[in-house]
């Protein structure tokens, strides 16, 4: 009687591991539902309105010791929760208040390992928490997620993990991504008619995470692994040329990156969700005041092109010292010494004859313009300490480090040391040549923008940068967080007149159509691209840029659809702007101001000519007034924009 009694327990105890158990977690108001299960293995999937969007194949985390965490684990409890708070950036560059507010679902097992599920109106996430006593080996992250019959996406196409993720979003159907298909984040897929795009957050002391197809509506998450030998290439390619048998060595209690899934009914719900600067670390900079946002007076995508001057242009003082003169004219906060300021391949501490840094920032701060000095990443974290030292006393305002083109565990973790060591001698950050926004910019508010996206520097050899292209970036790179695009062409063609140049270059659309781009793009450190001599020419259009602000108190998406248009308007204190833009299609949108306050307005526009189809350069600048609720059509020519400042009167 007791052996039968024992084998029915045994059974029962047995087909509690056989059979699952379901979790749900709601966004607050209710379209995103979680469902979380729990079996021999752990799956989640994520409905919006009822139609499910997105489930997991199989979740997991494979240690080095052999254990696969997330399968056979047994329960500990479930714990739900919320987070409710209003986040105030330091740098505001989507909104100066971001309402965090959520769902959360905690499932703690008995091996010390748990899953944070959040659900947000916005999008899901769910991230890794581990309490082991020991530094653990991370083999591989277990990421197989289906989508539903006949979903779409964005791809960003990559050849390696080595790359500066400045890609091409090709459209493309689920069904024929295969494995051979390597992408980077963030991805934007469409299933169920829904918006579905992933990318993670909060990524630190961890690689970072890409995705291959899987046939069958299924990506697979994919990561780089350790590097075991590297090597110096050329002056500033770094290549991993082995890599170890894991992917991360790190502490063994700890938290690991949120896998995000940014979830909208319509497209212009996505350039409106600032998820992913939610779900980074909070801020580890106490003292914050002297991180100024900005434009930035560029050198490197016009070749320091400049004329009508009495000195030879090129990399010197003179030149430099142009520029300064030319941002302090017009309100530029900052200039940018690119590359060749100091030899390439020898230390970053010594510039080439012919310039003079300490010099140029004395003359740069008589002037009220901050110096900001380009380096490579390598040259540059060989010798940080005594850099960062040495460009406080010459009175640098930040660096602009370049060509990382890796994300492996060993480059993520140079970011926050490179934040961290910039932020003590007070100088700002931008990463180019790097992986996409996971959040830093919340921990480490001086790193105020980073590229990482095939921005207009592009159009110097290829013709790829067209206003299609500008038109997908706001749905798939931007959502991840700001963009060092670098917009700002006062040369303009159209489609057929276009040719690359690489030193007199041009860009494809309309000259509104870059002008937009201040507004439509999001970089709290924004460059003016083109040569001081060509903005000087274009006195008017120059104006309306540098008054665009590069922080934002809110965000209003109008009209919106990935790849074809945008209109939207933000908000500055109590003025809004409005940017629109087509791509090579012309267009009639409907502006309908019931967005203002009531009240009277002036509204300073610059549209597209009647002749910007043939010749791009050609605008028309009117002011009107205005009230709130007043509607008003919007003309576009191909590759065209439209931009707006609206002041009370």
């Known amino acids: 009687m007791k052996k039968s009694m024992l084998i029915v327990a045994l059974l029962i105890s047995a087909s509690g591991m056989l059979y699952s158990r379901d979790y749900t977690v709601a966004s607050p108001d209710g379209k995103i539902i979680m469902t979380v299960s729990v079996g021999t293995g752990i799956t989640w999937s994520a409905a919006y309105e009822g139609r499910e969007v997105i489930s997991s194949v199989r979740t ?4 080095g010791d052999g254990r696969t965490l997330g399968e056979n684990e047994r329960l500990r409890r479930a714990t739900p929760g919320k987070v409710d708070q209003v986040l105030e950036p330091v740098v505001a560059y989507k909104r100066s208040k971001s309402p965090d507010s959520g ?7 008995r091996s010390g390992f748990s899953i944070q599920f959040r659900a947000y109106n916005d999008g899901v996430a769910y991230r890794y928490e581990t309490a082991l006593k020991e530094e653990i080996i991370v083999k591989n992250e277990i990421a197989d997620l289906r989508f539903p019959a006949g979903s779409t996406a964005w791809y960003p196409l990559e050849e390696s993990f080595t790359s500066h993720n400045e890609r091409i979003f090709y459209p493309a159907s689920l069904d024929t991504i295969t494995n051979k298909h390597l992408a980077s984040l963030p991805t934007l897929f469409r299933a169920n008619d829904v918006n579905v795009l992933f990318t993670e957050a909060d990524i630190e002391d961890y690689p970072g995470m890409w995705i291959r197809g899987g046939g069958s509506g299924i990506i697979t998450g994919v990561q780089q692994g350790y590097p075991e030998t590297e090597k110096l290439l050329t002056d500033r390619d770094f290549y991993i040329t082995e890599t170890k048998d894991y992917v991360a060595k790190t502490k063994g209690t700890r938290t690991f990156p949120w896998r995000v899934f940014i979830i909208a009914g319509n497209d212009g719900q996505l350039v409106e969700s600032d998820m992913v600067y939610r779900l980074g670390s909070p801020g580890r900079v106490a003292d914050t005041k002297w991180i100024k946002p900005g434009k930035v007076a560029w050198d490197w995508w016009n070749a320091s092109n400049i004329y009508g001057v009495d000195f030879r242009s090129g990399i010197n003082n003179d030149t430099y010292k142009y520029y300064i003169d030319f941002a302090s004219k017009n309100g530029i906060e900052y200039i940018v010494l690119d590359e060749g300021w100091y030899k390439i391949g020898s230390s970053v501490l010594k ?33 940080i300490d005594e850099a960062v030292e040495l460009y406080e006393k010459w009175g640098v305002k930040g660096v602009k480090v370049d060509f990382m083109q890796r994300d492996d565990q060993k480059i993520v973790n140079f970011y926050y040391e490179a934040a961290r060591k ?7 950050i931008d990463f180019h040549g790097s992986y996409k926004p996971d959040g830093l910019q919340r921990t480490y508010p001086n790193a105020l923008t980073r590229e990482g996206v095939r921005g207009m520097e592009n159009s110097k050899w290829e013709s790829t940068i067209t206003p299609e292209h500008n038109l997908i970036l706001p749905f798939t ?3 991840a967080g700001p963009m060092d695009y670098t917009p700002g062409a006062m040369i303009n063609m159209d489609r057929a007149n276009f040719n690359p140049q690489f030193t007199r270059p041009a860009s494809q659309g309309t000259r509104v159509h870059q ?3 201040y507004v439509v793009y999001e970089s709290p450190l924004q460059m003016l691209s083109d040569s001081p001599s060509n903005y ?8 309306f840029i540098v008054g665009v602000p590069v922080v934002w108190d809110d965000i209003k998406v109008l009209d919106a659809k990935a790849g074809d248009y945008l209109l939207l308007a933000r908000r500055s204190g109590n003025e809004w702007f409005v940017g629109g833009l087509t791509d090579w299609s012309p267009r009639q949108l409907d502006l309908d101001l019931s967005f203002l306050p009531a009240g009277e307005y002036e509204m300073d526009i610059f549209q597209d000519g009647v002749n910007a189809d043939k010749h791009a350069q050609d605008y028309k600048h009117l002011k009107k007034s ?20 609206i002041s009370p009167k």
Not at 103 to 109: A, E, G, H, Y
Not at 360 to 379: E, H, M, Q
Not at 536 to 541: K, P, S, T, V
Request: charge should be negative.
């Open 60 to 63: 997991g985390m494979v240690l």
């Open 351 to 383: 510039s080439i004859p012919g310039i003079d840094v300490p010099e140029l920032c004395r003359y740069a701060g008589s002037k009220n313009v901050g110096v900001i000095l380009w380096v490579v990443w390598k040259t540059f974290w060989d010798e």
């Open 103 to 109: 769902n959360t679902l905690v499932l703690s097992f």
């Open 536 to 543: 000087m020419r274009e006195q008017e259009c120059t104006d």
């Open 477 to 479: 790179r931007m959502v």
């Open 626 to 645: 205005v009230k709130s609720g007043d509607k008003m059509n919007v003309g576009l020519a191909p590759g065209g924009g439209w931009v707006a400042r």
């Open 515 to 517: 002008m937009a781009l």
């Open 422 to 428: 910039t932020a003590e001698h007070h100088m700002l």
